[in-house]
């Protein structure tokens, strides 16, 4: 049987040497008895995971002493509402620079809870753009400016790190964190769920400059207080042990590959192969503008509804998954996640230019 | 080798046969290509697997109708302040029950939210014990009252639901849960996180009573928000995927061992069995009176440090883990679950006794 490619937006192709490691280890975790299923959040052996998924990620990404490395439940969502419960209120305000379909949701959800300023940033023309950060209604008064730096349903991405006049800078990293080094220090608070390049779902990573955690307001629901995390090494209760093994073994996999600057050339290959069948086609569209265009979710449309079904099944016999656009886009999507092989990309790419050609000649 | 017994409180033992089957299909969930850790929270695949949890519990529990089974992220933990931020402030109040070390945190993470009365029932004189329930300074204006049937560090239990003038009874079930019929409809909202009974940590199952929605204040955090979970059956954001799959397996298991009546008979005569080792013991001490013992977590004191260092040391070279008491309590602690085999309270009771003799001959 061929191998299966999936292109999933979230939860994501996993490497397959981590996906095996984990099955041959599944019983007996490294001779204590225990299956990992079963290991104790507060054992030693848990401890050294956890530990070491910390340093894994101080080495790859180069993490200031300054920050704290957490894990916490719930996924990205959680901090949409941490980010206001703990900053805001008592006259303080942010800013959330808009650009699309999560970075929105940040912004409304933590206008629930507190004043926020929704600056809007994306540009919808003939294309999708950014908007020069000269245009953007920002407040340097602001407590902090959240964004969103890859935006997975409209595949738009900013170009570097945003130029605003704020001190404190948020961002949610969920799609790119591991794709390609990141000036952390320019950061205040990142954070990143895992099931796309961190490993499954149900865990979310945050680093937070340590400094922040003077202004935390009181009282935020126990999981909600990013102090308890920093306090308690992450350890607040009952962690999801198994979801920080995976991400360990994923920091595994990544060293071996060659580290961030090594697979941050490799998406950039990938992804340029792909765009590369878009600009060529007549068929496929992807309205974003050079310059902003992501190099991880690449979403795309077929105009014609029947010619998107035969697009969808025909890649699937071709075992190509995960190919459906969002619900709230339709379409289709590719993410390029580190997990995926170049062999994956190849055989999409080809597919689709496949695809084309024998429609031009019916 | 020795097959290896682990008697930890939680994260806990999974059954076997549950553990194979996990390992068995990791690389290729049925046909799928793709791992279950890979698979999309909102594919069918995954959708069958929650629905197939729900009907599971529902099966097992006989959960009416006008019980919604939700699945959330954050363990128990979440709950103790999502009942106060849905349901209390505006002059609302409620009664927390108080019996031990979970039931005394539930109440002290919801007085930072609203106003509690916290009804002081476990009576510590020669030996522990719950109060009559004549003597409980509950009150009947209260919103909820809510209460832990078995404390995990006590070891102590209810020995049926409490008889109080509230309407709505709130109940942590985290270590009872699967392992006694329940009558659900005498409850309004029952929670447990998954890593005892029901799975690994990481995940909170929550029945509650429809009508109860009705009452949920504004603004609650996205995913702290009863509400939402009901609208979207619990895909409120990315879930623990694999978290739900393996509760779905453990379900299974259950239904296989002939449910909840069986289980139940098997937890009341493996209990039976370790605490008359415990009775007849000169040497190990419970100090919970008949009546209110727990059948499922039994902690005792070895009051001599070195002889426990020894117990503890000997048991691990018997393959008998998990033994250690919480760090807040010390001593010894044996958590009997669903999963643990008969021949493990065998070789425990076993171990225990001749621990105990071989002291008496030296």
């Not at 079963?38 to 993490?63: C, K, M, N, T, Y």
């Not at 006259?91 to 600056?119: I, N, P």
């Not at 990142?190 to 009282?219: F, H, W």
């Not at 995390?229 to 360990?248: C, G, H, M, Q, W």
Request: charged share 25%; net charge negative.
């Amino acid at each position: 049987m061929q191998e299966v490619f999936y292109f999933g937006s979230g939860p994501a192709a996993l490497p397959r040497p981590v996906l095996e490691k984990i099955r041959h280890e599944l019983l007996d975790y490294r001779g204590t008895g225990l299956s990992v299923l079963e290991l104790p959040h507060r054992s030693d052996a848990f401890f050294e995971i956890r530990d070491q998924a910390v340093r894994g990620l101080r080495d790859l990404l180069q993490i200031p002493e300054e920050f704290a490395v957490l894990f916490m439940h719930g996924g990205a969502t959680s901090q949409f509402s941490m980010l206001p419960m703990n900053f805001l209120g008592s006259g303080r305000f942010a800013d959330y620079l808009c650009t699309g379909f999560w970075s929105s949701r940040a912004c409304a959800e933590a206008a629930r809870f507190a004043e926020v300023r929704k600056v809007q940033a994306l540009c919808k023309g003939e294309s999708l753009s950014i908007a020069p950060h000269e245009e953007w209604d920002v407040d340097p008064q602001a407590t902090y400016l959240h964004f969103c730096d890859n935006e997975t349903i409209q595949g738009i991405a900013f170009p570097g790190v945003p130029q605003v006049p704020q001190e404190v800078l948020v961002c949610d990293m969920t799609s790119s964190l591991l794709m390609h080094p990141v000036e952390i220090s320019k950061f205040s608070l990142i954070y990143a769920s895992t099931q796309k390049n961190l490993g499954i779902a149900g865990l979310c990573l945050v680093m937070i400059r340590k400094d922040l955690l003077e202004q935390v307001n009181e009282p935020v629901p126990r999981l909600y207080d990013y102090r308890r995390y920093v306090r308690e090494d992450s350890v607040v209760n009952t962690l999801p042990v198994f979801a920080i093994y995976v991400l360990r073994e994923v920091l595994d996999w990544v060293r071996t590959e060659g580290g961030l600057p090594v697979l941050h050339q490799r998406s950039l290959a990938r992804s340029a192969q792909l765009y590369r069948v878009l600009d060529e086609s007549r068929l496929y569209e992807n309205r974003v503008a050079p310059g902003f265009r992501s190099s991880i979710n690449i979403p795309f449309a077929i105009h014609d509804a029947g010619t998107l079904e035969d697009f969808l099944r025909q890649a699937e016999q071709r075992q190509l998954l995960g190919l459906q656009g969002h619900r709230s886009a339709g379409g289709v999507r590719v993410s390029l996640y580190n997990a995926i092989p170049d062999a994956g990309v190849d055989r999409l790419t080809e597919f689709m230019s496949e695809f084309e050609a024998r429609r031009q000649h019916t």
